[in-house]
């Protein structure tokens, strides 16, 4: 029996995806989840043999919960489920060492056959997204720069990223300006949504 979580914040497709899931006479759905914080602590208390994650989840993102469950040495496979078919984030989850990465559009019977080739240790990766493997693009951020956007990002003035980063406001601006003519950009909304779109932050 594979024994599977399920961790997907949009509750419709949760709960599809499970209800589905438990048609399989050799699959078990052990949780479903809305968020990364209730799936890591599922994760330690059931040990899974297979985890589904979304990439945007509340508290913890998939790729992070992805590279905490390698940090910790568990044994489960990871597949990542999403709507995105950017190189960052594909590149991320390959530094991530998951064992699938699937858009979600993707028909249920290759999901199901993905979660039985994993488990044999095979890597299933979405036929449209093979291509991006090879057009890596380079992150020119710094790993301040990439900071500062992503607290942009969520909405956050130059006071209060200076606040958190413990950073002067001079310093803030300054990050901000390096970024946003590093990514060729006219303003520090368009550095976000371009870096966003790489998945950079």
């Known amino acids: 029996m594979i024994r599977v979580v399920i961790a997907e914040d949009q509750q419709m497709l949760r709960g599809a995806l499970s209800a589905l899931l438990k048609f399989e006479a050799d699959i078990e759905v052990l949780a479903e989840v809305s968020d990364g914080k209730k799936a890591w602590e599922v994760i330690q208390s059931k040990r899974p043999d297979v985890c589904l994650l979304d990439i945007e989840m509340p508290f913890i993102n998939g790729l992070e919960l992805a590279e905490k469950i390698r940090n910790a040495k568990y044994p489960c ?3 990542i489920v999403t709507t995105f078919a950017r190189p960052g984030y594909l590149q991320k989850a390959m530094d991530a060492k998951v064992d699938g990465y699937l858009l979600k559009d993707e028909p249920i019977d290759y999901l ?3 979660i039985r080739k994993v488990i044999k240790g095979e890597q299933v990766i979405s036929m449209d997204l093979a291509a ?3 057009m890596k693009e380079d992150n020119p951020l710094s790993e301040r720069e990439t900071e500062v956007l992503r607290l942009a990002k969520d909405g ?13 406001k001079g310093t803030v601006r300054n990050y901000l300006s390096s970024a946003i003519q590093k ?3 006219e303003s520090r909304q368009q550095a976000v949504n371009i870096a966003s779109d790489k998945g950079w932050i």
């Open 112 to 114: 199901i056959e993905s």
């Open 156 to 168: 956050l003035t130059t006071s209060q990223i200076s606040n958190v980063l413990f950073l002067t």
């Open 183 to 185: 990514l060729e950009s």
């Open 77 to 79: 496979k990871v597949i």
């Open 132 to 134: 991006t493997l090879f």
